[in-house]
């Protein structure tokens, strides 16, 4: 049951003096895609660029949050939403302190990211890390694939369960056909035009 006994409390440092400060607005850069597009290959190699370009930047993962913040979590749709939300809310929090917050979670669901998209409002950007299924699984880096065809896994996004492809998402990068590099770049150029001052 939900309390009813809570009120909530203003800053008083406004976003605006926070991105006066550190030279750059606070956001969200939410990166979705299939397991094994890439969104964790390019979350942590932008994180590390930006980073040496003088942004407040953190790096928010699917696998780390469900150590901590999810631990209690499992996979099923209800799981899969309530995780997002966490995260979700989290990433609002990040973002009104001034970082550039980079998610990247399979987020398989439109509505999940849309209620992800409501906890930061403006300063949410959806990023579609666009590889095809044959890819994702012909990587299989983590050999989640070969798991959940043989039965292992249940509820695998792609496989067992769906994935929602994004509709209107603000940037998609092609991790089939570029590099690794050259999608850092237009990640980074985004961001310069996005979150600068």
């Not at 403006?122 to 989640?144: P, Y």
């Not at 369960?161 to 998402?169: F, S």
Request: with cysteine; glycine share 10%; net charge negative.
């Amino acid at each position: 049951m939900k309390s009813t006994n809570i009120f909530e409390t203003h800053s008083r440092v406004t976003k605006e003096l926070r991105a006066e400060r550190i030279g750059h607005k606070g956001g969200v850069l939410w990166l979705t895609g299939l397991s094994g597009a890439g969104k964790s290959t390019l979350a942590t190699e932008l994180e590390h660029r930006l980073f040496h370009s003088g942004y407040n930047v953190y790096v928010l993962d699917g696998d780390n949050v469900r150590h901590g913040l999810s631990s209690n979590l499992a996979f099923s749709p209800e799981d899969r939403a309530e995780n997002i939300r966490r995260v979700g809310e989290v990433c609002g929090l990040f973002a009104d302190a001034g970082f550039v917050t980079i998610a990247a979670f399979i987020s398989p669901y439109r509505d999940d990211r849309t209620v992800a998209r409501q906890a930061s409002g403006d300063s949410f950007h959806e990023v579609f890390v666009n590889a095809d299924l044959a890819t994702c699984e012909a990587r299989d880096t983590k050999g989640l694939y070969k798991r959940a065809r043989q039965g292992e896994i249940a509820e695998f996004t792609g496989i067992s369960a769906p994935y929602e492809e994004p509709l209107n998402a603000e940037l998609q990068v092609d991790t089939m056909n570029r590099t690794v590099g050259s999608c850092i770049d237009t990640l980074e150029d985004y961001v310069g035009k996005n979150f600068k001052l």
